[in-house]
């Protein structure tokens, strides 16, 4: 999702009124530090989330939906945006080697030539600079996160074994899988325009991810579930471990092949299972690391809230949406 970086300048202002002289009506609907969201920005990126609820949602609530649909994803442009302001503050950078380096693996991945993928990008009207721009940010998101957030994280032996003896039923040598997941949660209380917008927001990442887009870096930019930061990757699951939806795709999934939307209880989700193991007694010296790991992504994704709501809590946020 590409965020303007107009500064909130004296040239910025001229710039807009110019814009509005020209017959391009545009206006500051949110400042985020010094930098702003232009009202032209988030009409954009909120196109494809219009034209689903206008599909779907219909009489007098219909306005009201989509009022509740931008405002949602202009709180999500605004986080995004102060966790970009975060990179460039702490002098995190990405290199070109590593863009190219990340299209390349997703293309060996996805088993794409280069070719196809050039002409996936024609298809959706994505420029290359663009799309390299789109995975820049990505790979500096994950940074961030990682130094900020991971390297304040620990999981001690003394947790794992707690958690194995609490949980040796689990380990008793189970057919399992383990996946990588994008879950976008449904709000606690009911609001159809909020699973309107949601699911838009699936389908749409659905169909980067069929045209090549990396499922890891995806992950990271708009899951909402477990480890997200790590990818989406929640390490192996056992039948009867996760909702009942997912588990039927997730046994079912061959290797590598990504699912189609879900939908549970909590929300939508995409997952792609990338390892299979059969039954067998399992010690805990055998799945020492993969607890380790699922106490390690339940702490990042603590973590990570407190960690994006302390960094609103500093910034100047001012909405005029």
Not at 44 to 67: C, H, I, S
Not at 114 to 128: C, H, N, S, V, Y
């Amino acid at each position: 999702m590409k965020i303007g970086k107009a500064i909130l300048t004296g040239t910025a202002a001229i710039f807009l009124c110019v814009s509005a002289q020209a017959g391009v009506a545009d206006r500051i609907v949110a400042v985020v530090n010094d930098e702003v969201i232009t009202l032209s920005e988030l009409n954009n990126a909120f196109e494809p989330y219009q034209e689903r609820v206008t599909a779907n949602v219909q009489g007098p609530d219909r306005e009201k939906a989509l009022g509740e649909t931008k405002t949602t994803l202009l709180n999500r442009m605004i986080d995004n945006l102060l966790m970009e302001q975060e990179s460039r503050k702490t002098g995190i950078t990405v290199r070109n080697e590593e863009v190219t380096e990340a299209i390349d693996d997703m293309q060996k991945q996805r088993k794409i030539s280069p070719d196809e993928f050039r002409k996936a990008m024609q298809r959706e009207g994505i420029t290359l600079d663009a799309y390299r721009n789109d995975i820049r940010d990505q790979l500096m998101r994950m940074k961030l996160i990682r130094r900020d957030i991971k390297s304040k994280v620990a999981v001690t032996d003394e947790e794992i074994g707690e958690y194995y003896r609490k949980h040796r039923e689990d380990y008793e040598g189970k057919e399992a899988v383990r996946i990588r997941q994008i879950l976008l949660l449904l709000p606690k209380e009911e609001n159809p325009a909020a699973k309107e917008k949601l699911r838009a927001d699936a389908d749409a990442i659905h169909k980067r991810l069929l045209n090549g887009e990396p499922f890891e870096l995806l992950a990271a930019k708009f899951s909402q579930g477990p480890a997200a930061a790590e990818g989406g990757d929640i390490g192996y699951i056992e039948k009867g471990m996760i909702h009942a939806e997912v588990e039927d795709a997730a046994f079912r999934l061959p290797l590598n092949q990504i699912s189609g939307v879900i939908e549970s209880s909590v929300g939508f989700h995409i997952i792609q299972v990338v390892d299979r193991r059969g039954a067998g007694v399992k010690a805990i010296e055998n799945v020492r690391e993969e607890i380790r790991e699922k106490i390690d992504r339940e702490k990042m994704e603590k973590k990570f809230g407190e960690w994006l709501e302390e960094l609103r809590k500093k910034s100047h946020i001012e909405i005029k949406l």
